[in-house]
């Protein structure tokens, strides 16, 4: 399984409504689940994964916890499902997941995370990986990194997705670790240097296609995050600049939505609002004169809980104004 490209984990963001979306943009990229807690799994509480609705692989279902028997128990079901992936979640540096016993300070416990994987490698044939920072608080130079790495490889880990800053859980929020620390690629490239026979995704601030490529000289694989949510339109270069697929001609920003009715008509005869739908799409227009148009026509009229596809379709008409 190859990670070239990654459209990163995002809570509240990666549900299943968007990766359907996103596979209209392109065929190539591995998506990923929002984190999902193991305990929640094995409770029962996610059996809706057995039916999830992806429109074609790859797609990973990430996971976070501190059990090895409960992380075994949770990779077995969502190989079950049909993930083509299981991915360990060791980079979230959320207050919550510190407080729960999951996310980037187990960082700090790479013996247990070593068994943690070891014991999900042992119960599935799909791919097992590891979604990390450079490190967890002040203490943590590279060389502890690269102790960390070769740890869990040993494990059975040959993939790591690596965001390339450290993280502060002991007083700085998500969106201070994502914007106040420095980022570090000539690390992420050092680990590579050292661990030829791994597959190495570098992650952290990657907006273009531009940033992609040249990334991808120097490690095998990038991951895109938050600029895929708010400009998923970005997306639809992946097949052709990144994996030079000449092939797959990106369907216009037009022709993408339109795609996309017929499923949300389906959803919404089950009982999903519109709305459910339209917030991962308000950025389909960024960089668009009627981007501004766009956003607001759907904000305003898709509060009404029994507004419909027509809202969509006008909105659609507005933001092609230009382009009629």
């Known amino acids: 399984m190859e990670h070239r490209f990654c459209v990163a984990p995002m809570l509240g963001a990666t549900d299943r409504h968007f990766r359907y979306f996103i596979r209209h943009l392109t ?12 305990r929640a799994i094995t409770s029962g509480k996610y059996t809706s994964f057995a039916n999830f609705d992806d429109l074609g692989s790859p ?9 090895p028997d409960l992380f075994a128990e949770s990779a077995v079901l969502g190989e079950k499902w049909g993930f083509d992936e299981i991915n360990v979640n ?16 187990l960082m700090l416990e790479p013996e247990l995370m070593a068994r943690c994987v070891k014991a999900m490698c042992a119960r599935v044939s799909c791919p097992v990986t590891v979604k990390c920072r450079l ?26 997705i690596i965001h390339a800053r450290g993280g502060n859980i002991e007083w700085m929020n998500t969106k201070q670790n994502r914007s106040l620390l420095e980022l570090r690629y ?58 030079g697929d000449e092939r797959f001609t990106p369907p216009t920003r037009r022709e993408f939505l339109e795609a996309i009715l017929p499923y949300i008509a389906r959803e ?19 960089g668009c ?15 009404d809980k029994k507004a419909g596809l027509e809202v969509l379709r006008r909105g659609i008409e507005l933001a092609e104004q230009d382009y009629s």
Not at 148 to 158: I, T, Y
């Open 186 to 243: 000539d690390d992420v490239y050092k680990v590579k240097e050292l661990f030829p026979q791994l597959e190495i995704v570098i992650n952290g601030n990657i907006a273009t296609m531009e940033q992609c490529q040249e990334h991808l000289k120097r490690v095998d694989g990038v991951m895109m995050g938050r600029v895929a949510y708010h400009n998923p339109y970005v997306l639809a270069d992946v097949d052709r600049v990144i994996y």
């Open 27 to 38: 065929k190539r990229a591995v998506l990923y689940t929002e984190l999902v807690n193991i």
């Open 59 to 67: 797609v990973a279902l990430q996971l976070a916890g501190c059990e």
């Open 90 to 105: 060791l980079g979230c540096p959320s207050p919550r997941g510190v407080d729960g016993g999951f996310g980037a300070r």
């Open 289 to 303: 004169r009627r981007s501004r148009a766009w956003k607001q026509y759907l904000t305003e009229n898709v509060a």
């Open 135 to 160: 490190g967890v608080g002040n203490d943590y130079p590279l060389t502890r990194f690269i102790d960390f790495v070769g740890l869990l490889h040993e494990a059975g880990c040959n993939t790591f």
């Open 268 to 286: 919404m005869d089950k009982g999903v609002y519109l709305s459910h739908f339209t917030r991962h799409l308000l950025g389909v227009y960024h």
